[in-house]
């Protein structure tokens, strides 16, 4: 079946769902296939579930050997109702692509090592704040999110903010093909994902790949320009807008900054923690007043603003605040949020870190790096957990190593410290929060 003929039928059910633990009555399900899952044996019970139609990638007699019931009509009505493709992850990005082409507004990507997630959710605040505006849900940002973030766009769309996330060479511009971005951000490159990436170096060339497409498609680009390796890596894109000029005004604990929005200076308070956040402000804003959201509605949307999701969130238990930003780490975000924190008021600072994933042969470095780092700040309890840092506590013995979470969680709970202030991150693997449950 032709993509056009699917996309007919997705225009009569246009919720898209690849797990059936998700499925509502009507919605379209695509039977995704990975390393340890095969949906297409679960397309009888995605029809049973509700499901209009099936896209599958099995032929329909091995489609048929999973049915578990005795009932041959309704097993025969079940197979009618499914479409058999020869890839179900390659139509999926195939059908995002021919949405996509039926829209004439901005679609707006945004990739970055650090921040990006952030990022997308404030400049989707500033820009919902005036225009219809759909956007990534989560961090549905791989290569089965992306086109489904694609395909929940409604026609009534003013605004699309995609968020891209990439851990290789070569996946940024793949999302590129389908979605073809018409603005673009890269939040920063920075120490993340170096297994994949092959280092520092390959990071920039992997993230860089959006500018690539912008360069190549009269696209524009929202340039940090307080990074210049931001501002090399996006010359030649022909249109390319850069933040607008700000500067943190407090940080203690949510940070302030003053922005120059329309030639004056213009107070903005939210509720992120860290200093390392003013780039993402200047983002959201600079955006923006480029598409004539007025002042008063950015500000607000910003300053309404709540992180959540384990993502520099702020939070008081007891006597003790915790600034808990879980949801993953790398070095460079490692880095900045353990400077940021020492620079935060308060004598009785405890550090909880997880190990980092995803950095293949540079691990050992970047952990002992980071503790090194670590050791040069006066912090009353240093917590680390993982086999990552255990290979290392010769090299810094004062600290506290735990293999797990669970032996974390029990520590804090039986030191049960008061009036404290806590950092607590690590890469998702790690699920760090867990050590507050």
Known sequence: MSI????????????VVTDTRKLKEGDFFFALKGPNFNANTFAFKAIEGGAAYCVVDEPLPTIAGYYEGNNEAQKESALAKMIVVDDVLTTLQALAGHHRSTFTIPFIAITGSNGKTTTKELVYAVLSSHFKTYTTQGNLNNH?????????????????????????????????????????????CGKAHLEGFGGEEGVKKGK????????????????????????EMSAGIQNIVPYIHGEIQSSEPFLTVTANINDTDTTVSSQLVGAYNLP????????GKYFGVPEQKMVAAIESYAPSNSRSQLITKGSNTIILDAYNANPSSMKVAIENFAKLAGQNKIVMLGAMMELGDHS???????????????????????????AHQNAQPQFIYFKNTQEAKAWLAEQNPSNAQLLIKGSRSMQMETVLA
């Open 4 to 15: 056009s003929a699917i996309y007919d039928i997705y225009l009569q059910y246009p919720s």
């Open 144 to 188: 089965i999110g992306v086109p489904l973030t694609i395909l929940s766009i409604k026609k009534d769309a003013e605004m699309a903010v995609i968020e891209m996330g990439a851990n290789h060479q070569k996946e940024i511009e793949g999302y590129c093909v389908y979605t073809k971005p018409t603005h673009g951000i890269i939040s920063n």
């Open 208 to 231: 860089g790949e959006l500018y690539s497409f912008l360069r190549g498609h009269n696209g524009t680009a929202f340039v940090y320009t307080g990074y210049d390796y931001l501002k």
């Open 280 to 287: 993402n402000i200047l983002c959201a804003l600079t955006i």
């Open 364 to 390: 050992n470095a970047e952990h002992l790096a980071l503790l090194q780092l670590i050791a040069s700040y006066s912090f009353t309890q240093v917590v680390l957990v993982g086999d990552d840092f255990l």
